[in-house]
């Protein structure tokens, strides 16, 4: 459990991090949201203290950050920007195995952790492992930079903007993988996003900023649902709610008895597409695949029932 | 093309001088009476085969045959040319190369090295190279196929000296770089951390630059003199107003804007990013230093030692004018009694001994470059 209690920094007395207090649940994506300017940055910097705080503190499992050195504090926190920062004369290896070999690791585990995170990341290692950055497609670069991250198997993986810089074919591609991979090993992240669609897609948590305070912090359905403020409102953008509401829910949720015509869906199809599928096709109702064989179906009223927003 | 016509303008100019002693006045001899028929007719055809080879553009190892063989019918004419004119002219005759040699070797060097620039030599190749033709020149000079030439008469009465001011040479040069870098290098780490004393030292050591040479040892003289008659124990080790010790300390002032300045740009030049990620992944300091940020700036590092070398090498001649010693002191010696030769033997070292070293440096800086693949 990651605890953020009453962190403040203050540029020219005025504040740019305004005492945020949060917490983050082990094992959970937690994403914060904001403008540019909105603090968001320069809080998950106070984390791995790269910023001093001026006020309040950070403790990870209970343990106070400003208890470390900082260098020492940051091998056990990950962090992966925008545009990578891989070390160009390092190869892709000796890159995902930087922190490992800070933390004097012995050579032959920090090559099978490598090989770990290359194949876990569909990164072939015998192809790719003795490769230098430059030789890479940006999607790939990206991928070695949270695989650097992840080296050390770290309490806390923090990201600023990870995928910033790919287009949006390979940031909808990359943003799977980090969810995949994020359930598979159970880390800890604090994602880092101007981007809502971005929060709501990978967030288990979301926190909105505005103006260096923390406007709002819930889960990704109550923010769209009941939104704090008009700021949050305007984030979670305004004729686009009801989607982004039905992009987080699946089939399975509001499944019934019945037939309908058509090929079957998945029962883990989000709404979204549910939606989409009947507007396409001009039909009223999806059969849904079932585990018994029996008839079931999705119907466009059903799904329109969730999309409402109260009053 | 441009070689070859280049070539045979230089031909109308006279290849060797041949005068009476060492201090007259040479009279022109041109290209195709400088030897013996059957020598210049082979060493001719050579010099016009290889560069007519040099016209075949899209065949860039016949143009480096061609200039080697061009090379090597340049030096016959010029090794039997002297020999030929020397037997028929008096005891103090002085053969020496003229203008047509001189326009036709500047010619054939071009066309090797552009020829061998259409290769694309890799770092090795070109360091092969260059060991290849010190070799020959070595082997030239040690055969004596030069000896009739009037540098090398002037050479040979003073072998034990040429090789004292060559050591000499090397000191002022790669000493004043070795100091230099030892105090420029955590100058430019210190000023690259620091702003403000950025913003102090660099433009000092600009003006430093900009005094020039002549004047930079006037002001030794009386500093170090004064130095040396004030505290014996600084005289004791060779600090005097003349002499090596002033010539070395210019050098070194000298030195260290090109060091502190590319050191600067060189930290300078490592994308934000990188240096972001060193600090977020844990390195302390000194392992961003020496695991980041110099590795990455070396290039730009080496850089400024290449300037500082190639400009020390021609600046310690001017030493020679202090009694510094190195090949400045047959330059002013030369200069003195009007002898060409004299000031040719301080002077062609000199720029052999630059020129190689911008190569060795080229090379170093290329080896450093980090790894390049396909950007996609």
Same mark, same amino acid.
């Given at each position: 459990?990651?605890?953020?209690?009453?962190?403040?920094?203050?540029?020219?007395?005025?504040?740019?991090?305004?005492?945020?207090?949060?917490?983050?649940? &082990?094992?959970?994506? &937690?994403?914060?949201?904001?403008?540019?300017?909105?603090?968001?940055?320069?809080?998950?910097?106070?984390?791995?203290?790269?910023?001093?705080?001026?006020?309040?503190?950070?403790?990870?499992?209970?343990?106070?950050?400003?208890?470390?050195?900082?260098?020492?504090?940051?091998?056990?926190?990950?962090?992966?920007?925008?545009?990578?920062?891989l070390f160009p004369h390092y190869t892709i290896a000796r890159n995902i195995g930087a922190v490992p070999a800070l933390l004097g690791w012995p050579e032959d585990q920090i090559r099978a952790?490598?090989?770990?995170?290359?194949?876990?990341?569909?990164?072939?290692?015998?192809?790719?492992?003795?490769?230098?950055?430059?030789?890479?497609?940006?999607g790939q670069q990206q991928r070695v930079g949270v695989a650097r991250a992840l080296a050390s198997r770290p309490d806390l993986l923090l990201m600023d903007e990870p995928f910033g810089a790919?287009?949006?074919?390979?940031?909808?591609?990359?943003?799977?993988?980090?969810?995949?991979?994020?359930?598979?090993?159970?880390?800890?992240?604090?994602?880092?996003?101007?981007?809502?669609?971005?929060?709501?897609?990978?967030?288990?948590?979301?926190?909105?900023?505005?103006?260096?305070?923390?406007?709002?912090?819930?889960?990704?359905?109550?923010?769209?649902?009941?939104?704090?403020?008009?700021?949050?409102?305007?984030?979670?953008?305004?004729?686009?709610?009801?989607?982004?509401?039905?992009?987080?829910?699946?089939?399975?949720?509001?499944?019934?008895?019945?037939?309908?015509?058509?090929?079957?869906?998945?029962?883990?199809?989000?709404?979204?597409?549910?939606?989409?599928?009947?507007?396409?096709?001009?039909?009223?109702?999806?059969?849904?695949?079932?585990?018994?064989?029996?008839?079931?179906?999705? &119907?466009?009223?059903?799904?329109?029932?969730?999309?409402?927003?109260?009053? | 093309?441009?070689?070859?016509?280049?070539?045979?303008?230089?031909?109308?100019?006279?290849?060797?001088?041949?005068?009476?002693?060492?201090?007259?006045?040479?009279?022109?001899?041109?290209?195709?009476?400088?030897?013996?028929?059957?020598?210049?007719?082979?060493?001719?055809?050579?010099?016009?085969?290889?560069?007519?080879?040099?016209?075949?553009?899209?065949?860039?190892?016949?143009?480096?045959?061609?200039?080697?063989?061009?090379?090597?019918?340049?030096?016959?004419?010029?090794?039997?040319?002297?020999?030929?004119?020397?037997?028929?002219?008096?005891?103090?005759?002085?053969?020496?190369?003229?203008?047509?040699?001189?326009?036709?070797?500047?010619?054939?060097?071009?066309?090797?090295?552009?020829?061998?620039?259409?290769?694309?030599?890799?770092?090795?190749?070109?360091?092969?190279?260059?060991?290849?033709?010190?070799?020959?020149?070595?082997?030239?000079l040690k055969a004596g196929l030069l000896s009739d030439l009037s540098i090398a008469q002037e050479f040979a009465p003073r072998k034990a000296a040429v090789l004292d001011a060559f050591i000499r040479h090397l000191w002022l040069a790669f000493g004043s770089l070795g100091l230099a870098a030892l105090i420029g290098l955590p100058l430019g780490v210190l000023c690259h951390r620091h702003s403000r004393l950025r913003e102090a030292l660099l433009p000092l050591l600009s003006f430093l630059q900009t005094i020039p040479s002549l004047a930079m040892f006037g002001i030794m003289i009386p500093l170090l003199g004064w130095i040396g008659t004030q505290f014996p124990a600084a005289q004791a080790i060779g600090i005097a107003g003349i002499g090596f010790a002033p010539a070395f300390l210019a050098l070194v002032l000298y030195s260290l804007l090109p060091v502190v300045a590319n050191t600067v740009a060189g930290l300078e030049s490592i994308p934000p990013a990188v240096r972001d990620a060193a600090r977020g992944i844990g390195m302390t300091t000194w392992q961003r230093l020496f695991r980041i940020e110099i590795p990455l700036g070396l290039p730009v590092i080496l850089t400024g030692l290449r300037i500082v070398l190639v400009q020390n090498t021609g600046l310690a001649v001017i030493a020679g004018l202090i009694g510094g010693g190195g090949f400045g002191t047959f330059v002013f010696q030369g200069l003195n009694q009007t002898a060409t030769d004299l000031i040719l033997l301080g002077a062609l070292p000199t720029v052999a001994l630059a020129m190689v070293a911008a190569i060795v440096m080229d090379i170093l800086i290329e080896i450093t470059q980090p790894q390049r693949g396909s950007e996609t």
């Open positions: 459990m990651i605890e953020i209690d009453g962190l403040s920094k203050f540029y020219d007395n005025k504040a740019a991090v305004d005492a945020v207090s949060m917490t983050v649940e &082990t094992g959970t994506i &937690t994403v914060i949201v904001g403008t540019s300017g909105s603090g968001k940055t320069t809080l998950l910097r106070m984390i791995n203290r790269l910023e001093t705080a001026d006020a309040g503190e950070v403790r990870i499992h209970g343990e106070a950050t400003d208890s470390l050195a900082p260098h020492l504090l940051r091998r056990r926190i990950g962090y992966a920007i925008q545009g990578h920062g952790r490598v090989d770990e995170l290359l194949s876990l990341f569909s990164m072939e290692p015998a192809q790719f492992r003795d490769r230098y950055p430059a030789e890479l497609s940006g790919l287009d949006p074919i390979i940031r909808a591609r990359a943003q799977d993988d980090l969810r995949r991979i994020q359930r598979a090993l159970g880390s800890t992240i604090l994602l880092v996003t101007h981007d809502m669609e971005e929060a709501i897609r990978l967030g288990d948590r979301i926190a909105v900023m505005d103006g260096g305070r923390l406007v709002q912090h819930g889960s990704p359905t109550g923010i769209i649902r009941n939104p704090a403020t008009g700021f949050v409102a305007e984030m979670v953008g305004g004729v686009e709610r009801p989607l982004r509401l039905l992009s987080l829910l699946p089939v399975a949720d509001i499944v019934e008895p019945g037939t309908a015509p058509g090929e079957a869906i998945a029962p883990t199809t989000n709404l979204r597409d549910a939606l989409a599928l009947c507007l396409w096709s001009g039909r009223d109702a999806l059969p849904v695949q079932t585990d018994d064989g029996r008839a079931a179906r999705v &119907t466009l009223k059903a799904i329109r029932a969730q999309a409402q927003g109260p009053g | 093309m441009l070689f070859l016509i280049l070539g045979a303008a230089s031909c109308a100019a006279p290849f060797l001088s041949l005068a009476a002693n060492r201090i007259v006045v040479g009279e022109g001899v041109a290209l195709w009476r400088a030897a013996p028929v059957q020598h210049s007719a082979p060493a001719l055809f050579l010099l016009g085969l290889g560069l007519l080879l040099g016209l075949l553009q899209s065949r860039p190892v016949l143009r480096v045959a061609g200039a080697v063989l061009s090379l090597a019918g340049l030096f016959w004419l010029l090794s039997m040319g002297a020999a030929a004119l020397l037997a028929d002219a008096g005891r103090y005759a002085r053969v020496s190369p003229a203008a047509g040699f001189w326009c036709l070797l500047v010619i054939c060097a071009l066309l090797l090295a552009d020829a061998l620039s259409q290769l694309q030599p890799g770092p090795r190749t070109r360091a092969a190279a260059l060991a290849l033709t010190l070799l020959c020149v070595a082997g030239l």
